[in-house]
């Protein structure tokens, strides 16, 4: 079946500019969640939805950052005002429910570079 | 706090050797352990996991991670390595939350070489 999917898969924007990372899970997932990698480093947690809401935002770096789930399956993350230290590929992945023993799905990831 | 450490930045071995990749946790209550193998550009591949049960846990490509809770370690293993086995590997353990955030160590480049 289909993986996890994200566009666009290469995101090269200017600094100050507004930007839009989408990701389509696993159907039927109905946990979403975001992470974010930078270069040398294993993925941080950004934020997850359980169905349509945000169920945890801690990890979201300021409030520049923002995402979205309005129907429960797509989701996109909205970054303001993009800084040069915003560069890193961001991780989408998907479960079956968010339950600690539930098996992340990954996909290919957005890289984004703030020039 | 919860954490997730990977000692070695990069694990040499010759193709047919046996493998391991060292993963040492920190988490409140009961965890949950993950492997997950990323190629260059691409996004994390599961390969296994440990929930309870049988400390050692057989995932894919032929991989193996033994859970140590006195140690808190899940080291990843396998008998034989293939030089295809070469990417970067990560250990993450879930948030003792229990809503599915993941913790991941700072990944181990293994390099299998013929």
């Known amino acids: 079946g289909a993986g996890v999917s994200q566009t666009p898969s290469n995101k090269v924007t200017e600094k100050g500019k507004y930007v839009e990372l989408r990701c389509d899970p696993i159907s039927g997932h109905t946990a979403l969640y975001w992470y974010r990698q930078s270069l040398g480093q294993g993925p941080e947690f950004l934020i997850y939805?359980?169905?349509?809401?945000?169920?945890?935002d801690s990890g979201l770096p300021n409030d520049r950052f923002f995402a979205v789930r309005p129907e429960g399956s797509v989701s996109t993350l909205k970054i303001q005002r993009t800084e040069r230290g915003d560069s890193a590929v961001y991780l989408c992945?998907?479960?079956?429910?968010?339950?600690?023993?539930?098996?992340?799905?990954f996909g290919p990831g957005t890289r984004l570079l703030v020039l | 706090a919860q954490s997730v450490a990977q000692p070695e930045d990069q694990v040499n071995v010759a193709e047919g050797n046996p493998l391991t990749v060292k993963c040492t946790y920190s988490v409140s209550g009961n965890p949950y352990l993950f492997w997950y193998v990323q190629y260059p550009n691409r996004g994390l591949q599961f390969l296994l996991k440990?929930?309870?049960?049988?400390?050692l846990v057989k995932g894919s490509y032929g991989f193996e991670a033994e859970f140590n809770k006195s140690q808190t370690s899940f080291h990843l293993k396998k008998p034989s390595a293939l030089v295809s086995d070469s990417a970067l590997y990560f250990c993450?353990?879930?948030?003792?939350?229990?809503?599915?955030?993941?913790?991941f160590g700072q990944g181990t480049t293994l390099q299998v070489k013929p």
């Open positions: 939805f359980q169905g349509t809401g945000a169920a945890d």
């Open positions: 993450a353990v879930s948030d003792s939350s229990n809503t599915g955030k993941l913790i």
């Open positions: 992945a998907s479960s079956r429910y968010n339950q600690g023993r539930e098996t992340q799905y």
């Open positions: 440990y929930i309870t049960g049988d400390n």
